[in-house]
């Protein structure tokens, strides 16, 4: 089944717009799971890059892969960093249920794909990707954390993401 840019890409309308159990705003969640929703689609965009890595020989795509990797890595270290020191620990939720069994779907979808094809394909779900996690974070997520150091880290993570963005759409322009 060919899944749209959009439900790929925004990965958080879907729980919202596809009437899960316990699906609620984003705006619902409380810190921890605001986190852990984080934390997951961090590791979703490693998880991109590296197959990105894997598949990709256009030097835009693996450098912006390389960026991903070692960027999320790091905004991850912090935040788990900051929930040990916190002695917190992060919840599941619906957010970062959907978001994790669509990324499985697109996984499988790039998996197929080589050459240009690819590139084009990555190169557009992170541009997509960025969007929509930038506007999340900063429209749902950081005016509703109530901790100031986490509220911080996503102050800080959003600065680094909208780089990834703009990154993002030169890769699109470069592989389009």
């Known amino acids: 089944m060919k899944i749209t840019k959009t439900l790929i890409a925004l990965g958080f309308a879907f729980a919202l717009n596809q009437g899960v159990a316990e699906a609620r705003s984003p705006a619902e969640l409380n810190d921890l799971e605001i986190a852990h929703a984080a934390y997951v689609a961090d590791n979703i965009d490693i998880r991109y890059a590296h197959l990105a890595l894997a598949i990709s020989q256009n030097p835009a795509v693996r450098e912006f892969a390389e ?68 506007n999340l974070v900063e429209n749902s997520f950081i005016p509703n954390i109530e901790n100031s150091e986490v509220k911080a880290l996503f102050k800080a993570g959003l600065e680094i993401f909208k780089a990834h963005e703009n990154h993002a759409a030169t890769m699109v322009k470069k592989v389009n």
């Open 67 to 134: 960026t991903m990797i070692r960027d999320h890595n790091a905004v991850n270290a912090q935040a788990l960093a900051l929930l040990a020191k916190l002695k917190a620990q992060p919840q599941d939720n619906f957010l970062s249920k959907t978001l994790q069994e669509n990324s499985e779907k697109l996984v499988d979808e790039m998996s197929k794909l080589r050459g240009a094809q690819f590139d084009r394909r990555y190169a557009q779900n992170e541009l997509d990707y960025h969007k929509a996690v930038n």
